[in-house]
Each structure stands twice: as structure tokens, then as C-alpha cells.
């Protein structure tokens, strides 16, 4: 069933539904978090917002990002969804900052909270709404192979155990009174955000330095082109990388010298449709015509 309703999200639709989720969410934390004096909500508070920023980012930039190559773009606005991706990581990485700051002087000055139960409320409410739209989001990004809104799932995926790490203890505060753990929360929340931001940092900046692709995505490649022997002689210089979701395949391949330019032109074809079947994804090919002969003179 929820993967049914996924299909029948767009790129953008997904992205509006987090701006939408993220807005609730955050108003209903900042009242709640100065009612009861919790650094920990308020630290969630703060990471919604970040969200909030980081889905507007992915919002416009899923939109850009599916714009058809033009004169000034010929590979295309894929890369644009890598650059929302970086951004939203170091938007992470200014709420640790923060987190952690406001969590070490409430140790330094611990403070009783009020209103405890409706903060749990608010905190096991928050976890149930990020937990349906995260998995909203992951399905659409991986039919979609959108970074951005992976990026976008991946806070709120945070979200879903920043809330309930703080849920639990606030339960354990209010039956304790050991105010203390407020804070100690919000680092542990700080900490987790930290290491989520560090691996999407490292995710999204790959394709902007043309990295090649996955192992397992070049060795599919490799094994399309062996599947066409013997009428191909052979292959070199195999070059790939990405661009949002778009794939770039780029390989000389040595034939037979008596074959036609309409014989090569087939072959060509035939290589390029089967990499973008096997790849089932969209991928640009292009294959330089070499005969042995010109190998052995280069």
C-alpha cells in the first residue's frame, strides 16, 4: 500500500510534502520546548529547522536539477541536487555546533523542566510523522535516484531517532527528576547528527570531482561489452561518472576493419541499449571507434 501511494509522488511533490511536514513539526517543538525548558526539544527544534531549510534546498533543486541539457549546460543540472546535498550537510553540522553549546550550559545550570508529558506527546508525535514521510521520500529518491531528496529523507530518518531518544528521556526525567539527562541527550543527538552529516558530506561531494562509478556499476559495464565478443577485438580507456542521476559511459572499442561504418553504428547501438538496460538507469554512452591497427600506431 505505501509503496502504491509513492508511486504517485513526483520529484517535487515529495519535496513540498517535507516543507509542509517539517513547517508543523517545528512550530509545534518551539511551543513546546519554551513551555517546558527542554535544551534537548529545543535541539530538536533547531534540527527541524534545518530540515526545513534543507527540504526548501531540495525542493528547488529537484526542479532544476530535471531541466533537459541547453547550450550552457550540455551534461545537463544534475549536479545540482550534489550541491543542495553539500549544503544541507553543513547546515547539520552548524546545529551540532549549536546543540552542544546550549547542552553544556544547561549542566553547567541545570534547570527543572515543566510540562513533560506533552513534550513526550509532541516527541512520539513527531517520531510517527518522519517515520511516514522519510520512507515516502526514500522510495521516490531511489525511483527518482535523487541525492537531494535522499539528502532530505536522511534528516528526517535523524529526526525519527533524535525524537525518540529524547522521548525516552523525558520519560526517564519524569519519573527520576534526573534533569541532568536533558542535556546529555541533546549530545547524544548532536554526536548522531555529526556522524549522519559527515557520510552524506562525503556522498554528495563524489560526483562533483567527476569520481568514477561503484564497482559493481562498471563491472555490469564490462560485462555488457564482453557479452559482444567476438565481434568486437577490444576495449579500452573505460572513463565513467555521474551527474545527479544521470550516468556518463565513455570507452574506445577495436573492430574488425573490414566492418562498414554501418556495421560499426550497429554494434554501437546494440552496446549502448544494453548498458542502459542492464544499468536501468538513464546513461549516456559514447563509444570511440579504434581498428587494432590504430591501437598498435597510437
Not at 211 to 221: A, C, F, H, K, V
Not at 268 to 277: H, L
Request: charged share 20%.
Amino acid at each position: 500500500m505505501f509503496k502504491g501511494i509513492s508511486q504517485k509522488f513526483s520529484k517535487s511533490a515529495a519535496a513540498s510534502l517535507s516543507v509542509i511536514s517539517n513547517t508543523l513539526l517545528i512550530i509545534l517543538k518551539i511551543i513546546v520546548g519554551i513551555l517546558s525548558g527542554s535544551v534537548s526539544i529545543i535541539s530538536e527544534a533547531l534540527h527541524s529547522g534545518m530540515d526545513l531549510i534543507a527540504s526548501i534546498i531540495a525542493f528547488f533543486s529537484v526542479r532544476v536539477s530535471g531541466r533537459p541539457p541547453d547550450k550552457t549546460h550540455p551534461y545537463g543540472h544534475g549536479k545540482i541536487e550534489n550541491l543542495s546535498a553539500i549544503i544541507e550537510a553543513l547546515l547539520l553540522l552548524a546545529a551540532v555546533f549549536f546543540i552542544i553549546r546550549e547542552a553544556i550550559n544547561k549542566i553547567i545550570s541545570p534547570e527543572p523542566l515543566q510540562q513533560t508529558e506533552l513534550a513526550i506527546a509532541v516527541m512520539a508525535f513527531s517520531m510517527i510523522a518522519n517515520i511516514l514521510v522519510s520512507r515516502l521520500l526514500y522510495r521516490v529518491a531511489k525511483r527518482e535516484d535523487s541525492i537531494a531528496l535522499e539528502a532530505d529523507a536522511l534528516h528526517l530518518k535523524a529526526d525519527v531517532y533524535t525524537s525518540m531518544g529524547i522521548a525516552v528521556g523525558l520519560t526517564l526525567i519524569y519519573f527520576t527528576h534526573w534533569y541532568i539527562l536533558d542535556p546529555v541527550i541533546a549530545i547524544g543527538t548532536a554526536l548522531f547528527i555529526l556522524y549522519e552529516a559527515l557520510k552524506l558530506l562525503s556522498r554528495a561531494l563524489k560526483p562533483l570531482l567527476d569520481s568514477r562509478l561503484t564497482e559493481e556499476e562498471e563491472q555490469l559495464i564490462i560485462s555488457v561489452i564482453e557479452q559482444h565478443r567476438p565481434r568486437i577485438h577490444n576495449y579500452h580507456d573505460l572513463k565513467t561518472r555521474q551527474s545527479g542521476a544521470q550516468r556518463y559511459v565513455e570507452f574506445h572499442l577495436e573492430l574488425n576493419p573490414a566492418l562498414s561504418i554501418l556495421e560499426f553504428e550497429e554494434i554501437a547501438n546494440q552496446i549502448e541499449d544494453d548498458i542502459a538496460q542492464a544499468m536501468s538507469c538513464r546513461v549516456t554512452t559514447t563509444i570511440h571507434a579504434e581498428t587494432p591497427q590504430e591501437v598498435v600506431d597510437g
